[in-house]
């Protein structure tokens, strides 16, 4: 297979397993020119809206923040900060309904705008991107809290430090499920941020090439893609055939490049990086205007929306606020999705904040999104495993899942699963495949974090123990080397002893017989003491002896008495 890129030129491409033509229902959306959203009466912003660890808040309740300010950041190595999209104040940190699988809430900073817009003072810009170091350039897309917007949300900057050569940086514009088309709109209104973002990603890893792939139902963003391109530019643009899901990363990979990236492998492990358009452009607005990412293009589609269209919209906007921007619901959708019809989720509430990696809002009909019929058993058609882009078989995953039986589900890839839909759709059996494998991922997971948790303890314990050894092995030393002090001293002059018993015996008696020794001395010292009888007058003389007689006299009668019988 091959395909025109850049201006005239071919290039030869592959094709992946399985895949879908799907009616791409794009024309909905794109009927109208990009909107500015409005300011609603708050924005909730969710402290984790990317993979990695969630931002702390930098701010409290009451606070005046200014546009573009972070207000919440965290220490962690991979995580991304979060920024006001509006001046206003913080009325509340706390927890809101989140756009999650799970419909749970979250914590969330509230900011009430001020309608000032006044931002803050933002970094310089970096207009000469080719004179500064990678250090610096990474700091820049870090601090501006860039994730990947095509919806994996993990931390740009991280995937921009892969620590191996890069031979390919592919810039994702596949845009290749139904609906969703704020990638085209982009592509199309905003060419030159991609082209540049394209540039300085190219500048950062050193490529040998760099292609932005579009998929070929994509026209005119693939001409203003190309009027971007200076004559002696090394960025190419290659038009890919539309197929559901090219724009999956081990698959458009495998498009432009025919290298597989191994099960459970990065694709740098194949000399390749991935960014999405979206991505793409925020990093040139964060190096070249010193930007943080704090709005993106969404799409709004679906018969149950009265004006679908594409909003360039702060970041914490409610879906029911964009959706009322769209002009409201018409009649009553049958289902709210965030994302696409295909690998998109139900969205609980329309309550719910619009976040970096939200693309699209999906309100479906009835008539667009039938109600499922009841699964019925599998009757083995294969049919799953020859659309299935992954190479897995999905019928299988299905039989493992359901049996909670995660090791072997794990041995038949589970995790190499982009749950792109494909085995549902074309199931005949109705069996909701997907959601199976969702199911076995979330428990694989719960599982390994217990294993992880439980590994740590045994840690903890095993280093507690050694400690408590050592800290006795210790004792023990400093206890045999005083008593080998002791034994080299010179030995005191005893009587001869005829045992242990013996000599502690002789101490005790010579210690006795020393301890009367110094009382006999004493006493007789005491009694050697001159007594106050000297030197006396011939009256106090005679006083004395008349006290004498008294006291003898008295003691004579005392004895008699006590001789007489008492009556
Ligand atoms: S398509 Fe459905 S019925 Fe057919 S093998 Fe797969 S799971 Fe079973
Ligand atoms: S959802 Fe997973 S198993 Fe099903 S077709 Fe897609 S990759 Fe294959």
Redesign the pocket.
């Known amino acids: 297979m091959h395909a025109e890129s850049k201006k005239g030129k071919t290039r030869e491409l592959w094709r992946f397993h399985g895949g879908l033509h799907l009616p791409d229902q794009k024309e909905l959306s794109l009927q109208r020119p990009l909107r500015q959203a409005s300011l609603p009466k708050r924005l909730v912003l969710p402290l984790q809206q990317h993979i990695g660890a969630p931002a702390q808040p930098m701010v409290a309740v009451g606070d005046r923040v200014l546009k573009g300010a972070m207000i919440a950041d965290s220490a962690s190595p991979v995580t991304a900060p979060l920024h006001a999209p509006t001046s206003g104040t913080v009325v509340e940190i706390g927890e809101y309904p989140i756009p999650h699988p799970s419909g749970l809430a979250d914590l969330c900073i509230v900011i009430e705008p001020d309608g000032l817009e006044a931002w803050s003072e933002l970094p310089q810009p970096i207009s000469d991107f080719r004179s500064v170091d990678n250090q610096t350039l990474l700091q820049r897309i870090r601090d501006a809290g860039i994730v990947g917007m095509g919806g994996a949300t993990f931390p740009a900057a991280v995937k921009l430090n892969p620590g191996k050569p890069i031979k390919t940086l592919i810039i994702n514009g596949a845009e290749c499920e139904p609906y969703i088309t704020c990638d085209d709109r982009l592509m199309r209104d905003f060419a030159d941020r991609v082209v540049n973002g394209a540039r300085i990603l190219q500048q950062m890893l050193q490529s040998e090439e760099c292609l932005i792939a579009v998929e070929d139902n994509k026209p005119e963003a693939i001409l203003a893609l190309f009027q971007q391109l200076g004559a002696e530019e090394t960025i190419e643009v290659v038009r890919i055939p539309t197929l559901y899901p090219s724009g999956g990363e081990k698959q458009l990979i495998r498009i432009l490049t025919g290298r597989e990236v191994p099960s459970s492998g990065l694709p740098a492990q194949v000399g390749v990086i991935c960014h999405n358009v979206s991505t793409t452009a925020a990093i040139a607005e964060a190096v070249l205007e010193g930007r943080p990412l704090i709005s993106r293009l969404v799409t709004l589609s679906g018969e149950g929306i009265r004006e679908p269209g594409n909003f360039h919209a702060p970041l914490g906007i409610l879906a029911s606020d964009l959706i009322a921007q769209a002009g409201g619901y018409r009649g009553e959708p049958q289902q709210l999705i965030l994302g696409g019809p295909m690998m998109g989720f139900d969205l609980a509430t329309d309550r719910a904040p619009l976040t970096k990696g939200a693309n699209c809002l999906l309100c479906l009909t009835a008539k667009e999104a039938p109600r499922p019929e009841p699964a019925k058993a ?8 020859d659309v299935c882009p992954a190479n897995l078989l ?2 299988q995953l ?1 039989w493992y899942s359901r049996a909670k039986d995660l090791e072997n589900a794990q041995d038949y890839n589970l995790f190499d699963c982009i749950e792109c839909g494909c ?1 549902s759709h ?4 109705h ?1 909701p ?1 997907v959601q199976y494998y969702r199911y076995a991922k979330a428990e694989s997971w719960a599982m390994e974090q217990t294993r992880r948790e439980s590994e740590l303890a045994k840690q903890r314990h095993d280093f507690r123990v050694s400690r408590l050894e050592r800290l006795e092995a210790e004792r023990k030393a400093k206890l045999r080397k005083k008593k080998e002090a002791l034994k080299s001293k010179p030995p005191v002059a005893k009587k001869p002893q005829a045992g242990k018993d013996g000599d502690e015996k002789a101490a005790k008696q010579a210690a006795i017989e020393a301890a009367m020794k110094r009382a006999a001395e004493k006493k007789t010292k005491q009694q050697l003491k001159p007594k106050n009888t000297q030197n006396l007058t011939p009256a106090q003389q005679a006083q004395i002896e008349a006290a004498d007689k008294r006291r003898n006299s008295a003691a004579s009668n005392r004895g008699q008495q006590d001789s007489e019988p008492s009556n």
Request: glycine share 6%.
């Open positions: 599998c009757i083995r058609c294969g049919r799953c495993a999905p019928q299905y085995c074309v199931c005949p059996s069996i495949l």
